[in-house]
């Protein structure tokens, strides 16, 4: 009688485990095909791989739509899906298409690209880089001893905050066109602002614009780098009594 009574609760238990069981893989499948789909499959093409970095898959948005696109993206933030005209105007003022993350950043770069060529050449030229010394004329700017110290002393003069009050206007203007962009009003390049007071682009066929639009964007690319490195250099050669580049 013991030995029946032993078996039965042994079958019991058996059972209320098997269902248990079940009920939690159900629950737990349920539950996996309800979970929503990653970022990461929206942001990346599966099928192709980076032409720069090849062991990893290809950034979707680099499709190579955009001259001087190489797919270098390790972070993919070329493709993270993102809304970037909130940030020229609020949303709540007017309803806007929008602009997307590759739109946004390629205007960014060229910006950058632009000033860093200025930059660098201006830096290298009021030292007398190229055998001349190009200054402001006045003594508070031929008394600058060179121009690692010049933002420094120009913040103190107040030449900066004169500077700052024009780059602020640049800023609203090219924030306009941005503006005309993300409501459908302008059809334009990304750092395309028909800036071409030479006609140098007149009459070029698509393959001489794209050639020249590289040749742009690969410099400014490199002045990026050579402003980083020559500022670098200039601090740490004055630490070293080596001034200004050697």
């Known amino acids: 009688m013991t030995m029946k009574l032993s078996l039965a609760t042994v079958a019991l238990m058996a059972a209320s485990a098997s269902a248990f069981t079940t009920s939690q893989s ?119 001893p060179n121009s690692y110290h010049a933002h420094d002393i120009l913040v103190e003069q107040g030449s900066m905050t004169v500077m700052l009050l024009f780059i602020g206007i640049i800023e609203f203007c090219t924030g306009a066109a941005l503006v005309q962009v993300s409501k459908g009003e302008l059809d334009r390049k990304a750092g395309n602002f028909g800036f071409d007071p030479l006609q140098v682009m007149k009459g070029k066929t698509k393959e001489q614009l794209d050639r020249m639009e590289l040749q742009e964007i690969n410099n400014g690319r490199l002045a990026m780098l050579a402003f980083g490195a020559v500022s670098t250099q200039a601090a740490l050669g004055e630490a070293t009594e080596n001034f200004p580049y050697f």
């Open 26 to 144: 159900s629950s737990t499948s349920t539950a996996m095909n309800a979970m929503p789909d990653r970022m990461w499959d929206q942001m990346v093409d599966k099928t192709e791989r980076s032409a720069s970095v090849p062991f990893l898959p290809r950034a979707k948005a680099l499709d190579g739509s955009y001259v001087g696109d190489v797919g270098f993206d390790p972070f993919y933030l070329s493709s993270i899906p993102k809304n970037f005209a909130g940030f020229i105007q609020p949303p709540s003022w007017e309803s806007t298409g929008g602009i997307d993350t590759l739109y946004w950043m390629r205007e960014a770069e060229l910006k950058h690209c632009r000033v860093a060529m200025m930059a660098w050449f201006g830096w290298l030229a009021t030292d007398g880089a190229f055998g001349i010394n190009l200054r402001f004329p006045g003594e508070i700017y031929q008394s600058i």
